[in-house]
């Protein structure tokens, strides 16, 4: 049962452009969700992070959307550059610290 | 500071054949994980430790056997590795406080092939 999903496999999009990844989750004990960035050859990296007691988390081009109400989260890419070229994981737990629960990941493709 | 390092970065088992993923990090951090990822599976947690003495089965741990020898180093031992267990091995390492917890830090994978 895959309690996170990310329904898009890949992604293309403009350098320039917004990049758009959503995830789904289905376990409403979920409290706590990040997303990680990874390259090839190498491990995940943390990008950013929202608790559900907000719904907009932004760092700098980066930001995520959490909507509880239908179990769905986003991360926006503003402007899109080649270096965002990547796999993008999302995650949750139950609590901030608790084990994660991976999504299977979206690989984003930056055109130049 | 090295963050997350992992030994080997590939290895090839023949089944049957047994070996041990090494793990170590410098950033002092308390809590320790061992994933593997596959292809259209995400990251999938096989063992974890909260702190020094203490391990935990993840999700898929049938197969394998962790130590934490110390607050530094996680080991992954596969006794007999079968070719289920190909995969990517990813270590990783955090700070869990009682109040505030911090990101996962990951290593950079050792890619496990079984024949």
């Known amino acids: 049962d895959q309690q996170v999903k990310q329904n898009s496999p890949s992604l293309s999009v403009q350098e320039g452009r917004i990049s758009i990844l959503n995830c789904d989750y289905t376990?409403?004990?979920?409290?706590?969700f990040l997303w990680y960035k990874k390259y090839p050859a190498e491990g995940p990296t943390f990008l950013i992070s929202?608790?559900?007691?907000?719904d907009k988390n932004e760092d700098g081009r980066f930001t995520v959307f959490l909507n509880k109400s239908a179990k769905h989260l986003s991360l926006h890419i503003v402007p899109s550059q080649p270096g965002d070229s990547a796999v993008y994981f999302c995650a949750a737990s139950r609590r901030h610290g608790e084990k994660l629960t991976f999504g299977t990941g979206t690989r984003l493709t930056i055109i130049p | 500071n090295a963050g997350v390092t992992q030994t080997p970065k590939f290895q090839v088992l023949k089944t049957g054949q047994s070996m041990t993923l090494q793990c170590a990090q410098d950033m002092n951090h308390n809590s320790m994980y061992w994933y593997r990822q596959d292809p259209g599976m995400g990251l999938r947690l096989i063992y974890y430790?909260?702190?020094?003495?203490?391990?935990d089965k993840g999700e898929v741990p049938n197969g394998y056997n962790v130590s934490r020898l110390n607050k530094r180093e996680f080991s992954l031992r596969l006794e007999s590795a079968a070719p289920s267990q190909t995969s990517v091995y990813f270590c990783?390492?955090?700070?869990?406080?009682?109040?505030?917890?911090?990101?996962?830090?990951f290593g950079p994978g050792t890619r496990l092939t079984v024949t």
């Open positions: 990783a390492s955090s700070f869990d406080g009682q109040i505030v917890s911090y990101e996962q830090y």
């Open positions: 430790s909260a702190s020094e003495g203490t391990t």
């Open positions: 929202i608790s559900s007691i907000k």
């Open positions: 376990n409403s004990m979920f409290d706590y």
